[in-house]
Each structure stands twice: as C-alpha cells, then as structure tokens.
C-alpha cells in the first residue's frame, strides 16, 4: 500500500504488494490482487475485484460489481458504471489453458463505460468516448465517440462535459460544449477538441 490516507473497508481485502495511491478509496467485499496499480483518488465500490496485471489511473471510479481482469488498463478519469464487464480471453473454454492468449484492453483518459456493458478484449476505447448501459464493444471506439446497443453502433459524439454534440457521425462540421465553451471539430470520422 501506498499511502495511509487510503480509506480500506474492514472486509475488503487488499493483498501485499498492491499499490494505492493517496486519497483513494476501498469499499465492503473488494479484492485488490498484489500486483495492481492504482492511481490517487480513485473510488473501488462494493464487491470489485482487481487483477495482478492491471494498472488504474488517477481519479478513476469503478462502481460496484466490476471484476478488472489481467491485461486492462485504465488512464486517468475513466468512469466504470455498476455491473460492467471486462474480459480478457476472446474464446474462453473451461477445459483449455489460454492465460498466454490474454489481450490487452486499454480504456483512454476521461471515457465512460456504462452500466452492465461488456468490452469484448483486445479493443482501444478512446478518450472521452462514452459506451451506452448494456452496449457490447466488439471494436476500438474512437475519441468522444457514443456508442450503444448489441453489438455497439456509434450514434453520434459526446463532450468531455459528458452532453451529447449536435453533429454527424462522419463529415465536416463544429460544434461548441454549451457549458464549457470548448469548441469541437470534425474532419470525416475523427473529432477533435479545440479549448474555448
């Protein structure tokens, strides 16, 4: 452990060698493998589970009953809704041994997985994409890029705000983050932000 700042609830458990970093928080029946890397003010809720090979950043929250499995790695600010799901096996069978076979999961900067969506492995979700409750990601999802249903379809484009933009999914356009100020510019499939 890190820091003693770090709040750890009596009946989680948090194994040797796990780092916590300061202001974060450790909530009823979560399990910290000692491997796993976990940034500053980060808030596990009840009942999650946290992997050896996996890194979480800064001032991330993973809601409750979320299991963060080997090869998944978190940037700074990542929001994980209740009951969402990583994997980390594309074929998984019980009978046959395919720990060398993990892929790597990267979820970027300020992205937001809603409730109950799976991420099938091996995808790149970009920064400040937002994933609709109960969405099935299949591929890598682009930056700001909002995508719902089974499996996933990107409709439009969030802010980082976290409101949806008024502009196509692919095309030429601008639109400004009404409470932000932030400008957003699409050129053909790919958004970029431009600060107020």
């Known amino acids: 452990m890190s820091d003693t700042s770090v709040m750890i609830h009596d009946s989680a458990i948090v194994d040797d060698g796990a780092q916590i970093g300061e202001g974060s928080r450790v909530w009823h029946f979560v399990h910290v493998c ?8 980060v808030s596990l809720g009840q ?3 946290v992997g050896n090979k996996v890194v979480i950043g800064d001032h991330c929250k993973v809601q409750n009953n979320v299991s963060v499995y080997d090869n998944v790695v978190l940037e700074e600010g990542v929001f994980c809704g209740p009951s969402m799901v990583f994997t980390n096996v594309y074929n998984p069978r019980s009978l046959i041994e395919r720990k060398s076979e993990y892929r790597d ?3 970027k900067k300020g992205a937001t997985l809603g409730a109950n969506c799976t ?3 091996g995808v790149t979700i970009g920064e400040y994409a937002f994933l609709g409750a109960g969405a099935v990601i299949n591929k890598d999802v682009p930056a700001y890029a909002l995508m719902v249903g089974v499996p996933a379809r990107q409709i439009g484009w969030m802010s980082q705000y976290g409101e949806q933009l008024d502009l196509p999914l692919e095309g030429q356009g601008e639109a400004m983050c009404q409470h ?3 400008r957003y510019v699409l050129d053909g499939k790919q958004l970029t932000r431009v600060s107020a």
């Open 105 to 107: 999961t990267l979820v």
């Open 47 to 49: 009942n999650v589970f």
């Open 180 to 182: 932000t100020g932030d």
């Open 119 to 121: 991420l099938v492995c």
């Open 34 to 41: 000692g491997g796993a890397r976990i940034g500053k003010g």
